[in-house]
């Protein structure tokens, strides 16, 4: 695929270009318009002209010398050419007008009429006269050729009055591009501040039209530095952790003053490798969180009940009971993984602390995803709900997992956008709402 050409250049080429389409448009549109303004004017002046001949015939009753004389005068005077017909048959024409002349004349309805004889084109007017005159009716011509040069000046000043708009636009049309454009400058910069290191993320405050594309560019951004700071963390725990655990069993084991390690130092070994088996396994979890990601989609509804059909062999005593109006193939914008581990976690502790059931709703409002799961346990204070959040902590040391696995819900739910919120249910246990925005 070819390389787009710059936005600025881009705008500036079609702007010429329709700026002189525009330009062109104007000029013939305005030739056509003073072609028919000159024409309304010349109809209107030739028949002021055909009137006032026609009303001096016949209100002195001339003879056909002395119509002659006048139609002469005429011709020095507006130097046109005359046809006078009569209605005998007559025709007296003025010293200008040819036998070629006449017969085109002839031959044309009465109206504004058009002759055309190569450069000597004859523009006119042919009136009739009344049915109670002598006369039949009366021709005025003038060439055209002299009006074209009348003109041609007008047209000159509209060639060059319609060349200093283009001008005046084309300038419009830079100085629109370089301000609609300007703020494209400043993102470049922000990226270039960003790629030194100066900043740690763009500036949110930009036109609407790019206001989506850094918004989500600060989201990915956000994200890797969580996810980095999360590894991080992760890779510190591990070693100081499996260094610890290595270290004890080795002390156990390397204790030359003994045959064997005793029975209290081999259940010590084990408590030692299951508590490091079950951390690793807690923070494996952790670092496959992937986050909002582009282009994932995923299914809710048939997420949930492969989870539930899951718990429900872990927890064979328990009910799990899924509440929704949205459709089996209903999908979100999400990592397929980030959900069911989200809800794996969620069910899990319901399943450990209800006494018999959890209920699961899924609910779509407000552009914005909730999920609802209430059990029937013995609940969770305000106070430890909000320790809970906390990384690593748990409520009960002999039920295994229940902090931990919210501790990952909050992690999901961080890397999503999303919030949680642990409050009562209406049986008297607990009640865990997560919110998942739609990415703007």
């Known amino acids: ?32 318009v003073i072609d028919q303004l000159s024409n309304e004017s ?8 055909v009137e006032s001949l026609r009303a001096i015939i016949e209100t002195e009753s001339p003879t056909s010398s002395e119509i002659s004389s006048m139609v002469d005068r005429f011709q ?44 000597d084109d ?14 039949s009716s009366i021709t005025i011509l003038e060439m055209e050729n002299g009006l074209a040069e009348q003109s041609l000046g007008a047209h000159l000043n509209l060639l060059t009055a319609s060349a200093l708009l283009l ?28 790629q030194s290191g100066k900043q740690s993320r763009l500036n949110p405050h930009v036109p609407d039209e790019f206001s989506s594309l850094i918004k989500q560019l600060n989201n990915l951004l956000e994200l890797a ?69 582009m282009g994932q989609i995923c299914l809710p509804i048939q997420i949930t009940s492969n989870v539930v059909t899951v718990m429900e062999k872990i927890f064979p005593d328990k009910h799990f009971r899924i509440s929704t109006d ?45 999920i609802k799961v209430a059990d029937d346990g013995s609940g969770i204070s305000p106070e430890s709900a909000e320790k809970v959040m906390n990384r690593g902590c748990r409520l ?13 819900v909050y992690e999901i739910l961080e890397d999503n956008f999303g919030q949680m919120e642990i409050g009562s249910s209406k049986t008297g246990g607990a009640e865990i709402t997560v919110t998942l925005p739609f990415p703007e």
């Open 167 to 194: 001008v005046v636009l084309l300038t419009l049309v830079a100085t629109t591009t370089y301000l609609a454009l300007k703020p494209i400058g400043r993102i470049k910069e922000d990226l270039q501040r960003l």
């Open 225 to 293: 530095s969580r996810r980095l700071e999360r590894h991080r963390r992760l890779n510190s725990d591990l070693s100081h952790m499996v260094k610890t655990s290595i270290s004890a069993n080795l002390a156990i084991l390397s204790d030359t003053n003994s045959l064997s390690p005793s029975r209290d130092d081999v259940g010590f070994m084990i408590s030692n490798l299951r508590d490091l088996n079950r951390s690793l396994s807690y923070r494996m979890s952790k670092a496959d969180i992937s986050g909002r990601q």
């Open 396 to 408: 009960d040391e002999t039920v295994n997992g229940f902090g931990l696995g919210l501790s990952i």
């Open 42 to 49: 010349r109809k209107h002046r030739l028949g002021k002209e």
């Open 326 to 370: 949205l459709p089996n193939d209903f999908s979100w914008p999400m990592e397929r993984q980030d959900l069911s581990e989200l809800l794996g976690n969620l069910l899990e502790n319901g399943g450990k602390w209800c006494q018999t059931t959890v209920d699961i709703s899924i609910s779509l409002a407000a552009s914005a995803l909730t």
């Open 76 to 119: 020095l005077l507006l130097e046109h050419a005359l046809i006078v017909e009569m209605k005998d048959g007559s025709v007296i024409t003025s010293n200008n007008v040819d036998q070629k002349k006449l017969r085109m004349v002839s031959g044309k309805p009465a109206g504004f009429i058009k002759i055309r004889r190569g450069a």
């Open 1 to 32: 695929m070819a390389a787009q050409k710059s936005i600025r250049k881009t705008a500036l080429q079609y702007g010429a270009i329709f700026s002189l389409l525009y330009f062109l448009l104007i000029f013939f549109s305005h030739t056509f």
């Open 122 to 135: 004859l523009l006119g007017l042919k009136q009739d006269a009344p049915i109670d005159s002598s006369l």
